[in-house]
């Protein structure tokens, strides 16, 4: 080990890259990370920290005609793109400050570069045209959008990244996808007023998530004038005279924009970096393959991430850099548990869900039954908010375990963290109805529904 610069070398400066380097750091190995954008990856620079600071931007006009039930007489409120874009980028630069001290501070060495592999044991630092050795390589690149080159015009259009840091707020976006970021996005942009349309090229948006969470939504949005079109892509993008763009849709229709923005799906980041050379193994989509471990084909060379596109998730690439460093340098060991993770949609209502949707679970369970609330909340009566939410649970009729529980409404997020708890602990119905409700809360709903709204027989809907 003595004869390379480096115990280990992490390529990448996200969340899973900093959070292996600064623990391995902390535990006395000699660490380097390179990036070669800016520290605190997709989360940090542009995904879940931004996107967040923008959903609660575009929450405040609700929160204004909510104000006038419970008395309150706001005068007319004005927004300004500029100052949530300067403050957003202030905040960003305090955390990517925060996440580069984090690895400084615990002994690694930042370098602020691209670094590509010559070796299994070898990184070219590209800034400072050198190489270093490294008895482990840690690779966490991330990943990107999906260009679809297949789009004629798709030069003209923008990605969440762009999303972030238009020089202007645009008066009519089409967004096409109907994923996390399709689906936020949309909420985003319609809340801080401008026209949106959703693309969707299936029959219900939120593929992957329950289907009474995706129709809820979906109404509550189309109410608030956000335009859904599914079974509908958009086949063509040309620029206009004018300046905005003309998006030809496979419906026939023509929508005037002045954005268009891609949401589907993310690559991961795996070209140029020298994976041949070192003799990495990559998959279908250009991801990198790993064992249980998060160890790729070569011993020493291992892999976090969005870039081995298992889940694309921020928690989990900090969980996976964890499990690295006991496996590593601990000698513990220890595979990352990608079971029942909890996950939200910040779209308004947002969404919190854990476990299985009624769907997956009635393919895998003789018999379930699910509980079901829908009620407006408490906050929304003075209001005049027709506006309902949806609490749900996913019961296993044998063994009396809830497989899922699903929430549309507002801190569904926040809800279905704590859920998440009860659910990975294979915890049973009952032991919900033996939990005191909390009141008023929105969430005592969890723990009172007492009775199924129906059952599920070998897939077939009874009672
Ligand atoms: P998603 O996988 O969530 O959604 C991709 C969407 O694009 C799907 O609706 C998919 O349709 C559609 N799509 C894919 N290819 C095509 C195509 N060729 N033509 C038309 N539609 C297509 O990806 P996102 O880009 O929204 O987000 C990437 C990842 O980032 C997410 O999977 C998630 O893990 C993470 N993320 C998490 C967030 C959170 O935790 N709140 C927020 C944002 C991102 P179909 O469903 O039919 O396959």
Not at 47 to 75: I, M, N, R
Not at 144 to 173: K, M, Q, T, V
Request: charged share 25%; with cysteine; hydrophobic share 40%.
């Amino acid at each position: 080990m003595g004869s390379y610069d480096y115990d280990l070398f992490v390529i990448g400066g996200g969340s899973g890259g900093v959070r292996a380097a600064r623990i391995s750091a902390g535990l006395g190995k000699r660490v380097a990370i390179a990036e070669e954008f800016r520290f605190g990856g997709t989360c940090v620079i542009r995904g879940c920290v931004p996107k967040k600071l923008y959903v609660y931007a575009s929450q405040f006009p609700e929160h204004f005609a909510d104000a006038a039930g419970y008395g309150w007489t706001v005068p007319e409120a004005r927004f300004d793109w500029q100052t949530l874009v300067a403050n957003k980028d202030k905040e960003i630069a305090r955390l990517e400050g925060l996440y580069r001290k984090g690895v400084e501070g615990s002994g690694g060495q930042v370098f602020q570069s691209r670094a590509t592999l010559v070796d299994a044991h070898t990184i070219r630092i590209e800034a400072e045209d050198r190489t270093v050795t490294a008895d482990q390589i840690m690779i966490a690149t991330g990943g990107r959008p999906n260009p679809h080159l297949a789009l004629p015009g798709h030069e003209h259009c923008i990605f969440s990244n762009e999303a972030f840091d238009l020089p202007e707020l645009p008066g009519a976006i089409m967004i096409a996808g109907g994923g996390y970021i399709a689906v936020e996005f949309a909420n985003i942009f319609h809340g801080l007023g401008v026209e949106t349309t959703l693309v969707y090229r299936g029959r219900e948006i939120l593929s992957r998530f329950d289907m009474d969470l995706r129709r809820g939504l979906h109404e509550t949005m189309e109410k608030k004038d956000i335009r859904i079109l599914c079974h509908t892509v958009g086949e063509a993008v040309d620029r206009r005279d004018d300046g905005r763009l003309d998006v030809h849709l496979s419906n026939g229709e023509r929508l005037v924009v002045d954005q268009a923005m891609l949401a589907l799906g993310r690559i991961p980041n795996t070209e140029n970096l020298g994976l041949g050379e070192a003799g990495v193994e990559t998959g279908k989509m250009g991801e990198i393959v790993v064992d249980d471990f998060s160890r790729t084909n070569i011993e020493n060379i291992w892999a976090i991430g969005d870039v081995t596109n298992r889940v694309q998730l921020t928690p989990v690439a900090i969980h996976e850099a964890m499990c690295f460093v006991e496996t590593a340098f601990k000698n513990n060991p220890t595979r990352p548990d990608h079971d029942t993770i909890a996950t939200a949609v910040f779209s308004q209502p947002e969404i919190g869900t854990v476990g299985l949707s009624e769907d997956e679970a009635s393919t895998r369970f003789e018999e379930i039954d699910i509980y079901r609330a829908a009620f407006r909340p408490m906050r929304n009566i003075l209001a005049g908010r027709d506006e309902r939410m949806m609490m749900k649970l996913v019961v296993d009729r044998a063994t009396d375990r809830v497989l899922g529980a699903h929430v549309l409404g507002p801190d569904a997020g926040e809800m279905a963290q704590l859920l998440g708890i009860a659910v990975k602990a294979r915890l049973g119905k009952q032991d919900f109805d033996r939990t005191m409700a909390l009141h008023p809360t929105a969430a005592e709903e969890l723990v009172t529904m007492y009775k199924p709204s129906h059952s599920i027989r070998n897939g077939e809907r009874v009672g």
